[in-house]
């Protein structure tokens, strides 16, 4: 599987999470590999950004790989019950990140949905089958990801990106069309609430 570089990330932000879109997450897991493809992602940019964690350089040990190379995971918790996957950004000591906020499971998608919702495939109904990865919480329990994998290197063999994966029959996503917007649940950070600063693949993609 030919990963995406550090070079891949080592870029701008908002191009990061631009780019990222229709691009393949790989999860190894217990000899399983899991694959979803991102179709929703938001970028944060601490410098400047007052939804970021790491707002004006703040660094505090929640937040300390959002200051790491680019081409990490940052993993965190929040409202108690959800875990969050970031791909960090630009350089290092830059604190920037893309927060992955959806999937299309395409590969392992019956181990996905135990993990997901705890029933094999076939049992999932319409409603559970229309919401499996739309969203950064979901995304994440679709690949078991909490804060043990926080600070991965996505150069490494256990969580990895893949422009396409034609040994599972999955190729690169080609033109995309995609939508622009601000991001979600930011009401507190003042004008960083109106950034344009998510990308959403236009165009639905299939439930699983």
Known sequence: MKKLSRDFYDRDTLTVAREVLGTYLVRRLEGQTLVGQITEAEAYIGRIDRA???YQYHKTPRNAMMFAPP???YI???YGMHHCLNLVTEP???PSAVLIRGIRPVYGQEAMSLLRW???LAD???YQRKNFGNGPGKVCKALSLNRAQNGLDLEGDELFLCASLPELNLPPAGALEITVGP???IDYAQEARDFPWRFTLSTPTEDI
Do not use: N, S
């Open 92 to 94: 290092e000591g830059e």
């Open 118 to 120: 705890e029933r094999p």
């Open 76 to 78: 965190y918790f929040t």
């Open 183 to 185: 991001r979600i649940g």
């Open 124 to 126: 999932l109904t319409p």
């Open 52 to 54: 970021c964690h790491a």
């Open 71 to 73: 081409g990490h995971a």
